[in-house]
């Protein structure tokens, strides 16, 4: 009987996600994917790009902390350097001054209050902990990519959200907070529907890396479109960085390699998903706590 039942198990691991399931999926997986960018495009309006950049890249950490919580991620303190130096890359890079002679019609960002910034700030903090969330939640529920119909999900997750949320539209204009209008000119439209394609091939490339991989890989990799980014205004724009920049691209570079080979080591070894990892973040808390409680049993003796 009971192997009976663990090959049955077995079995419905292996076949894929049924329309009701993805459905499912998609209606637990759309508020954390619409949260997220919400708080990363609209933290915009009140701080800078350099500290939104920053406080977003701090996502890895959270990835590999809410990871080994779930039991995705393997914590380990090499992971953990190779997160914290790809983090001190992208500070380097986001404080680099890129100047050059189109340089005067880039604009500054308008004087905010400490207050805007500080809200800013948070938002893109925010933004950076849901994401890490739920780029592991993914990887826990779906596990191989094999198993899931991706252009079904996706869709099913847009479905979702335009279900759940189009009265914010009438909300957000009759009290005046955000004005529903549609692009004035064509250009701003033809912005408006590549951004929507490209942010739409994006989003599949990120779900199935993460798949083939791991979170925490996606995470730290998404970081490498910082120094090509500005590569492609260094190339565009006849702009210059100086050697802090490059210091800080080799760093993020490295990092990603980094953590990708203690990945595979990981695999090599069996011990990624569903596996106990080297540091259980909940057992330390609570040795920490027990022995906390000790020495003041002792002490009061």
């Given at each position: 009987?009971?192997q009976?039942?663990?090959?049955?198990?077995?079995?419905?691991?292996d076949?894929?996600?049924?329309?009701?399931e993805?459905?499912?999926?998609a209606?637990?997986?759309?508020i954390?994917?619409?949260?997220?960018?919400?708080?990363?495009?609209?933290?915009l309006?009140?701080?800078?790009v350099?500290?939104?950049?920053?406080l977003?890249?701090?996502?890895?950490?959270?990835?590999?902390?809410?990871?080994?919580?779930?039991?995705?991620e393997?914590?380990?303190?090499?992971?953990?350097?190779g997160?914290?130096?790809?983090?001190?890359?992208?500070i380097?890079?986001?404080?680099?001054?890129?100047?050059?002679?189109?340089?005067?019609?880039?604009?500054?960002?308008?004087?905010?209050?400490?207050?805007?910034?500080?809200?800013?700030?948070?938002?893109?903090?925010?933004?950076a902990?849901?994401y890490?969330?739920?780029?592991?939640?993914?990887?826990?529920?779906?596990g191989d990519?094999?198993?899931?119909?991706?252009?079904?999900?996706?869709?099913?997750?847009?479905l979702?959200?335009?279900?759940?949320?189009w009265?914010?539209?009438?909300?957000?204009?009759?009290t005046?907070?955000e004005?529903f209008?549609?692009?004035?000119?064509?250009?701003?439209?033809t912005?408006?529907?590549?951004?929507s394609?490209s942010?739409?091939?994006?989003?599949?490339c990120?779900?199935?890396?993460?798949?083939?991989?791991s979170?925490?890989?996606?995470?730290v990799g998404?970081?490498?479109t910082i120094?090509?980014?500005l590569?492609?205004?260094i190339?565009?724009d006849s702009?210059?960085a100086?050697?802090?920049?490059?210091?800080?691209?080799?760093?993020?570079?490295l990092?990603?390699v980094?953590i990708?080979?203690?990945d595979?080591?990981d695999?090599?070894?069996?011990?990624?998903?569903?596996?106990?990892?080297v540091?259980?973040?909940?057992?330390?808390?609570?040795?920490?706590?027990?022995?906390?409680s000790?020495?003041?049993?002792?002490?009061?003796?």
């Open positions: 009987m009971h009976s039942q663990d090959l049955a198990s077995l079995r419905n691991e076949e894929g996600l049924t329309l009701k993805t459905a499912k999926l209606l637990e997986f759309c954390l994917w619409f949260l997220a960018n919400y708080f990363a495009a609209a933290c309006e009140y701080t800078t350099a500290s939104s950049t920053i977003a890249s701090t996502s890895s950490i959270w990835t590999l902390l809410s990871g080994s919580l779930m039991r995705v393997r914590f380990t303190l090499r992971k953990f350097i997160v914290c130096a790809s983090l001190s890359g992208v380097l890079i986001s404080m680099v001054d890129v100047s050059g002679e189109t340089d005067e019609n880039r604009g500054s960002f308008p004087h905010k209050s400490p207050r805007e910034l500080a809200i800013g700030d948070v938002m893109a903090f925010v933004s902990v849901l890490g969330f739920y780029a592991v939640f993914m990887k826990k529920r779906i990519e094999s198993r899931v119909n991706m252009p079904l999900f996706f869709g099913l997750v847009g979702w959200n335009t279900f759940l949320l009265p914010g539209f009438f909300v957000l204009h009759f005046g907070v004005d209008s549609l692009p004035p000119t064509k250009r701003i439209l912005i408006v529907l590549v951004n394609a942010s739409l091939v994006s989003d599949f990120w779900a199935y890396s993460m798949l083939l991989t979170p925490l890989i996606v995470t998404l970081s490498l120094p090509l980014s590569v492609g205004q190339v565009l702009q210059y100086s050697i802090w920049y490059w210091v800080g691209a080799a760093i993020v570079v990092s990603f980094f990708n080979h203690e595979r080591r695999e090599e070894e069996g011990v990624l998903q569903g596996a106990d990892p540091v259980d973040l909940r057992q330390s808390f609570q040795s920490v706590r027990q022995s906390l000790r020495q003041n049993s002792r002490g009061s003796v």
